[in-house]
């Protein structure tokens, strides 16, 4: 559902705020713009909903939009995050460029939303549903601001990134900033999330899609996969751009939360076949955390981006966690 077909009782609001707040690399405090999606029933309570470090605030299409919203398929009225029962608040993803300082963090993210929702005067969001990088935020921001948020929907996330996670980051960096120093800088972030892409998704999956015969081509063998991955690096660079890349992907890298100062009920959901946020570290997660936690366990060919392509599954667990 896009909102020029809703119903009279659905609102939908694509805005900014200047917003003041303290970055934590940055000489003290200053003023940013946040840009942020505010959609649903009104007068409901609200659910903060964020994704991974390429997704913006576009959760759900709005009048006029083009392409549907990245989670469209469970933000939407009558869906699991159900747009005739909440209001869907979104921001895009700061980045250091925006108030002067050298790096951002999760607990950057945290504090704008969280002055967000005091310019938007919500005293208390319903929930935090975040994937990935939202998942990260999330937890930051139930431990910086625990009384403005009743509970937390973590979804391939968890209180710190694993070492390998963050080796494998570490290379795509390195390969952008090559780029940036030989004047190179598209076709080396184009070649990062390439990259990027074999730790995004299962080796059930590669194994199934791209098991074929090489084919020589322009002087070369080509394999099946290649043409998939040099797809996906040119979108990403049509969208994307090599600054903002390098800063998200070290707040990824960036963030630590004890969950022990975490008191929000909380729901986990991992996948076995997620090679960038092993289970391990969900069970630690789930042991540690302060509030009650359970932790739900998906089965899917798609690693970590199945918070992204597995919405049959996830929409009965979203639905359960928000009741």
């Not at 903060?48 to 989670?71: C, E, F, K, M, T």
């Not at 005739?84 to 993210?109: K, M």
């Not at 005067?121 to 935020?137: E, K």
């Not at 080509?222 to 998200?248: I, S, W």
Request: with cysteine; charged share 25%.
């Amino acid at each position: 559902m896009r909102f020029d077909d809703r119903p009279d009782d659905l609102t939908a609001q694509r805005s900014t705020r200047r917003l003041t707040f303290h970055p934590k690399y940055g000489a003290g405090p200053c003023e940013v713009d946040v840009h942020y999606l505010w959609c649903g029933a009104a007068d409901a309570p609200t659910l903060i909903v964020q994704g991974g470090i390429s997704a913006n605030r576009d959760v759900v299409a709005l009048d006029g939009d083009a392409a549907p919203g990245w989670w469209q398929e469970l933000v939407t009225a009558g869906g699991a995050i159900d747009l005739d029962r909440y209001r869907v608040l979104a921001i895009d993803w700061l980045t250091p460029d925006q108030f002067g300082a050298d790096s951002v963090s999760s607990e950057d993210q945290a504090d704008a939303l969280a002055a967000l929702l005091r310019e938007l005067d919500i005293p208390r969001a319903y929930a935090f549903i975040g994937s990935s990088y939202g998942a990260m935020v999330a937890l930051a921001f139930a431990a910086r601001h625990p009384h403005s948020v009743e509970r937390l929907v973590l979804l391939a996330g968890a209180h710190r990134p694993h070492p390998l996670s963050t080796a494998q980051r570490s290379v795509q960096r390195g390969i952008v900033r090559l780029g940036q120093a030989s004047g190179q800088v598209d076709e080396a972030l184009a070649l990062a999330r390439q990259l990027a892409i074999t730790t995004y998704r299962g080796s059930g999956e590669f194994g199934r899609r791209f098991a074929g015969e090489p084919e020589w081509r322009d002087e070369r063998f080509h394999f099946p996969v290649e043409d998939y991955l040099e797809h996906q690096g040119r979108r990403f660079v049509e969208r994307f751009d090599a600054g903002r890349f390098l800063a998200l992907s070290e707040s990824i890298d960036l963030h630590d939360v004890k969950p022990e100062q975490v008191p929000a009920p909380t729901t986990l959901i991992g996948f076995p076949s997620d090679r960038l946020v092993p289970l391990a570290d969900l069970c630690e997660l789930q042991r540690r955390l302060l509030g009650p936690a359970t932790l739900e366990v998906v089965e899917s060919p798609y690693g970590h981006d199945a918070f992204l392509k597995e919405p049959e599954q996830l929409a009965p667990l979203l639905r359960e966690a928000l009741a």
